[in-house]
Structures are given as C-alpha cells and as structure tokens.
C-alpha cells in the first residue's frame, strides 16, 4: 500500500498573498501529521514564492514523519539542503514563469551534474529522488545518477480526458515497473485528485504518492463553515473585558 506525502506548499501560498504570518505551514504540518500523513514535502523555490527558509528550517525542528524537500538541482539548494538535512531531497526542474513545476526533470542530459549531487547528498544520509517522467530513457538515466529514489510526473495522466486517462495509467504503471527493475524506489504526484488517485495508488510497487493542491483544496471546503462560526459568534457576542482595549497597542 502506498504512503502519503502532504504537499503543504500552497498553506504558504495563502500566507505569502498577504506578506503576514498566517496560515503557518509548519503548525499546518503538524495538524497533516495528526490526520495520518507519513511525510511532509515542501518545495523551497528559488524565487521564494511560498515556502521560505525558515519554514524549512522550522519544518526540520518540528515534523516528526519525514521532511522531504523539493528543490533546483543548484548550489545553493545543495548547500541548504546539507545544512538543514532533511530525510529526503527530490530534485524538481524549475522554471521562474512556471505557476507550477511543469515537467519532469531531463536526468538523460545531466547524468554527470546529477550524479555529483546525488552523491553529496547521498554520502550526508539524505535519500534522493528525482522527479522524472515515466519513459524508460528517464528512469535509465536516474539510476545511472546513483539515486535510490525517483518520483514518476503523474501529470500528463491527471491532465488526460477520460479517453486517454487508461493510456497514461498504463505509461505510469510501466514506468513504475521499469524503475523497480532498476532497483529504484518509486513514488509519484503531480495533479493528484479525489477524483483520480485511486487507479494510482492501486499501481503495484508504489511507494509514495505525494499530493498538494487537492488536500489544501478540500481542507477550505471542509473546514470553511466552522470558520465562518466562530467568526459570528465573536461579532454576535463579543468579549466586553476593560482590560482588552488597553492590551492592544
Ligand atoms: N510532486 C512534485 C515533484 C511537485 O512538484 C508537486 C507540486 O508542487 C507535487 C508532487 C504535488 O502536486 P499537487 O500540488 O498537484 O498535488
């Protein structure tokens, strides 16, 4: 059975719209771990649009699952990374005009780079995977790198209509079947969905689907109600204490 890896990059987003302190991604995390998650994922980006070092920092003190951290395969990531340590890197391509990571990583142009990361950060104890698309090329190439991990882009099969869903399905499923051959560990995520992650999750030899936007997605719905509660009930009733006022500066 497949594990889960929370994504809590977009809690940060939220936060970052307003250049203030709320929502918290590392008190998020916490509130991820209580509903079951195995592992929290950020993705410290190189512009600093959501998750930001001290969050990373922070995350590093206080998740108790695993830390895994997405990140350009650059020198200062690498350098953040051995600072920080968390449990596992997945190096992501990344682009400044993405609004997302789009594609996967191309691991078959940059074998010798990334291979010199992989054993750096390897040799400190930090697991590394790399987030690649599901072709044999691809999955060849990340095991030549020395990583034990990879995570196949589940996005093309997210994207796909109904029609051409069981084609990427099957691509993902060969994807995951190649890789284990490689001796490679196999995660997964990118576009995940309510609706679309059981087929995945039901992929043999998946070990981790890492999931965002959904789960952020579904916590505003489920929880927006009880928001709105307890913000009526402080209007309808509020606290008349003297002292109140005077402790606001
Ligand atoms: N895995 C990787 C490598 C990603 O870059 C992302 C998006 O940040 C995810 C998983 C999670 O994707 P989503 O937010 O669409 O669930």
Known sequence: ????????????????ARRSVEPDPVT????????????????????RRHIQDRDVELLRQTVRTR???????????????????PDMVTLV????????????LDVASQVAVLGGIVERLQGAGIGVSLFVDPVAQQLDAS??????WVELHTGRYAEASWQEQPAELERLAGGCAIARQL???????????????EPVA??????????????VARALAVGLQAAVREMRALIQNPRRDPLFGSRVP
């Open 143 to 148: 095991c030549a790198t020395g990583a034990r």
């Open 183 to 197: 001796g490679l560990r196999v995660n997964a995520g990118h576009g995940l969905t309510y609706a679309n992650v």
């Open 202 to 215: 039901a992929i043999e030899g998946m070990d981790e689907l890492n999931i965002g936007h959904t789960i």
């Open 28 to 47: 998020h995390a916490l509130l991820a771990e209580l509903g079951g998650a195995d592992g929290i994922t950020v993705h410290l980006r190189e512009d």
């Open 67 to 85: 830390l895994n951290l997405e990140m350009a395969a650059t020198a200062e990531m690498e350098a953040i990374a051995l600072r920080i340590h």
């Open 1 to 16: 059975m497949a594990s889960l890896g929370v994504n809590i990059d977009h809690i940060a987003n939220v936060r970052q």
């Open 93 to 104: 391509p990344e682009r400044r005009q993405e609004v997302t990571t789009e594609g996967g």
